[in-house]
């Protein structure tokens, strides 16, 4: 666009202005008028995000329960948070989600970067598979649970029959078994979310200029050296952005595992968010619930600015 | 005469208007579980709306969303729902919360007297407080936990043979709950018309209710009680007594002897696909579902038998079923009254029975000739006469959740002793009254 033709536009857009508009904007600071514009989107974070916020922070000092709506709200100090970190149920509840967040990105990382290598060799039909293995990624979380706990089905799902082809142990009960169901929920978690890793590192794979690969060439170096000082170096701020987004996504599950397992048996994968559910819209203790939240939300917010700041730290 | 004619379309188009609302406004909208005897009673339905002009929609929701998705709507003071047909244990709740309205008046007005409906249905669906006389719905539906059993498999003469020889007794219907567990591992793994079969299915679901429902059976017929009975809440050497130990630790053991692979999340459907697939010799599940097992083309016509869940140290089972309730916030109450008095008639119980629902009606269950209307008559009374439910308190669903949790950790999950859940239990249930003002 040339600066005449965007010169024309501006003009003309003056020209639409409704005169008394103009005269009412014409007595006002550019300050002023950046705050009309901002306005209301600070209006609508305000609504939807600070206040709930700073009432969930009020309601966690209270008794409050929201099927009694005539009850009067006692102030009960410190007494849920006492109760949640007394709990040791919540501790495993928080150890059933940590196990859960940790594999499932070690594991990932792997795959992900794994399959991302492969895909930026550019073979012939490199196009085609990428589109394949990014298709359990545009599913609902809610519909995958639900499918694999067919496919998990220990007399007719294919999984028992795919591993049997290979050792015969019988029908696994995956999502039944103490020792299983919390790796079932990671291996879903896995078949799905996968891609999105390998996508980000093959963006950041595609980002590596050649002429590095060149230099080392001419160096003698073998693959692994260039992998370890080229490749890896300059994937991880990508790889380390992805982990961020799905640690805070894992952290938070609840449609598929609750689809999957019920948190179940007993309380083996009950994840932190799962629980917060049952607490507070199944025995509808608010006070406690929204005390249990606003921990889940200082945890998440610590280790996620801890994590920006070392990936800060590498990408410098 | 262009005036006039303007004058007649605007009369005819308000007519047309004001007839239109009448009609939209003469309907009522039913909630209830979407299972078998909801079907009955949509058809049941036709009858009132044929009579009274009203007509009627339902809302029948899945048993695993039921509680959420009703428990919510009365929390919120919603407006879907005129008539709910509610869990028995929400009659607490409800009448405490106002969700549900009073009916002693329209009942004295009405002439319906609760005389004429089976005791323990009265008690556990209509009365809040318990043992007082106010109540808070018409008994609609009475259920009860009993038993399923492939009748066919169990007349054949080689089977029969093996298992007297192997267990001392007659392969015939479980008169305690060894008997029961001897005929489970019997059948466990073993092959039937070229297929393999397993002893039983019981109920293991942890999300909503079903494990605590399936491990009641057991715990009632040894005995169990919530709580002292002269000491309101006291829960200490009741819910923990050696008997609900032992009860427990038997419940465990058929889950470990005689459920197929992967029953570990298992409620009534689960059950009755089980069940209904060939796959196991026994299931555990509600009286609601034995009309429709005695008609399907499986399992059914003499293929099946039922009884009354087993006694062991006493008679007992599991209440299920539920009463009529009119919601408070509906804009339709009067209409929803209509209804109840409809439904209350002796006429339109002996109907209901016959489509399929379980009428709570005197004139139903003591006419001489109902335990030969069908093969789970007989069963149902037997059941009737020693049901025992859930706490019904307004905090019964942390109660529920409570021990959901507690026995799922043990009886599926393998975590800690029959004792330190239900120790644990009473842990809980102590902070919940604490919390309720009740202790």
Not at chain 2, 362 to 382: E, G, I, R, W, Y
Request: aromatic share 14%; hydrophobic share 45%; net charge negative.
């Amino acid at each position: 666009m040339t600066d005449r033709t965007a010169a024309s536009i501006a003009d003309r857009a003056a020209a639409a202005t409704p005169a008394g508009l103009t005269r009412r904007v014409r007595g006002l600071s550019d300050r002023a008028i950046a705050w009309l514009f901002i306005a209301p989107t600070i209006v609508l974070l305000l609504a939807i995000n600070i206040f709930p916020l700073i009432w969930t922070v009020y309601l966690s000092f209270t008794n409050y329960r929201a099927n009694r709506p005539g009850r009067v709200i006692d102030w009960v100090g410190t007494r849920n948070y006492e109760r949640l970190l007394g709990s040791e149920d919540v501790w495993e509840y928080m150890q059933a989600t940590a196990h859960f967040v940790s594999w499932t990105m070690i594991i990932q990382v792997i795959l992900g970067l794994g399959l991302a290598l492969l895909i930026n060799k550019n073979f012939k039909g490199a196009g085609f598979w990428t589109t394949i293995i990014l298709i359990p990624m545009m599913l609902s979380p809610a519909v995958v649970g639900t499918f694999w706990t067919y496919l998990y089905q220990p007399q007719t799902g294919i999984f028992s029959y795919i591993i049997n082809a290979f050792v015969e142990v019988g029908p696994i009960d995956m999502i039944g078994s103490p020792g299983l169901a919390p790796w079932s929920i990671i291996i879903v978690d896995t078949w799905m979310w996968t891609p999105y890793i390998m996508l980000l590192s093959l963006a950041g794979l595609r980002s590596i200029p050649d002429y590095l690969y060149e230099a080392a060439e001419i160096d003698r170096a073998n693959t692994w050296q260039k992998f370890w000082h080229i490749t890896l170096p300059r994937v991880m701020p990508f790889l380390m952005l992805a982990v961020l987004f799905r640690g805070i996504e894992n952290f938070k599950m609840f449609d598929m595992v609750v689809e999957l397992t019920s948190g179940g048996p007993g309380s083996i994968t009950e994840l932190a968010s799962i629980n917060l559910k049952r607490e507070a819209f199944e025995k509808w203790r608010t006070g406690y619930a929204s005390a249990f939240a606003v921990i889940l939300f200082v945890t998440v917010f610590g280790l996620g600015n801890i994590y920006v700041k070392a990936l800060n730290r590498v990408k410098q | 005469m262009r005036t006039w004619k303007a004058c007649l379309a605007a009369a005819a188009v308000s007519f047309i208007a004001a007839t239109g609302a009448q009609a939209q406004e003469k309907q009522l909208t039913l909630c209830w579980a979407a299972w078998d005897p909801a079907n009955a009673l949509a058809e049941l339905g036709k009858d009132f709306t044929a009579e009274s002009g009203i007509k009627m929609n339902y809302e029948f929701v899945p048993w695993t969303n039921f509680a959420d998705r009703f428990i919510n709507e009365l929390n919120s003071g919603g407006k879907l729902c005129d008539l709910l047909i509610g869990d028995s244990q929400w009659i607490g709740g409800s009448a405490t919360y106002g969700h549900y309205i009073k009916l002693n008046d329209f009942f004295d007005k009405e002439g319906i007297s609760m005389d004429d409906f089976a005791p323990a249905t009265v008690y556990a669906y209509s009365t809040w407080p318990k043992g007082s006389e106010n109540y808070w719905a018409l008994p609609a539906m009475g259920d009860a936990l009993g038993w399923i059993y492939r009748k066919d498999w169990f007349a054949r003469p080689d089977l029969r043979q093996e298992f007297k020889a192997k267990y001392g007794h007659d392969l015939e219907v479980p008169k305690n709950w060894n008997e029961l567990k001897h005929i489970g591992e019997f059948f466990q793994g073993r092959d039937i018309d070229g297929k393999k079969v397993y002893g039983m299915g019981i109920y293991t679901e942890r999300g909503s209710e079903g494990i605590t429902m399936g491990v009641t059976a057991a715990l009632y017929a040894w005995g169990f009680q919530y709580e002292d009975p002269n000491n309101p809440y006291h829960m200490e050497g009741f819910v923990n007594s050696a008997a609900a130990v032992e009860a427990l630790e038997f419940y465990k053991s058929l889950y470990e002897c005689c459920v197929p692979p992967g029953h570990s999340d298992a409620y009534m459907v689960a059950n009755l696909d089980a069940y209904k697939s060939g796959q196991v010799a026994m299931q555990m599940n509600w009286f609601a579902f034995m009309p429709g097992i005695a008609k399907d083309e499986d399992v059914g016509g003499g293929k099946s038998g039922f009884f009354v869940n087993p006694a062991q140290k006493i008679a007992a089972s599991t209440l299920g079923g539920q009463g009529i309730s009119v919601v408070s916030y509906s804009d339709k109450k009067d209409m929803a009254l209509e209804y109840i008095k409809w439904f209350a008639q002796d006429k339109v119980q002996k109907k209901w029975w016959a489509l399929g629902g379980y009428s709570a009606s005197k004139a139903v269950l003591d006419d001489p000739n109902f335990p030969n209307t069908a093969p789970f008559a007989a069963d149902f009374l037997k059941a009737m006469d020693g049901v025992k439910d859930f706490w019904q308190e307004p905090t019964y669903a942390e109660l529920l959740q409570s021990m959901q949790k507690r026995i799922h950790d043990y009886v599926v999950a393998d975590k800690g002793t029959a004792k330190q859940a239900l120790d644990k239990i009473i842990v809980d249930w102590t902070e919940v009254f604490e919390d309720d003002g009740k202790l």
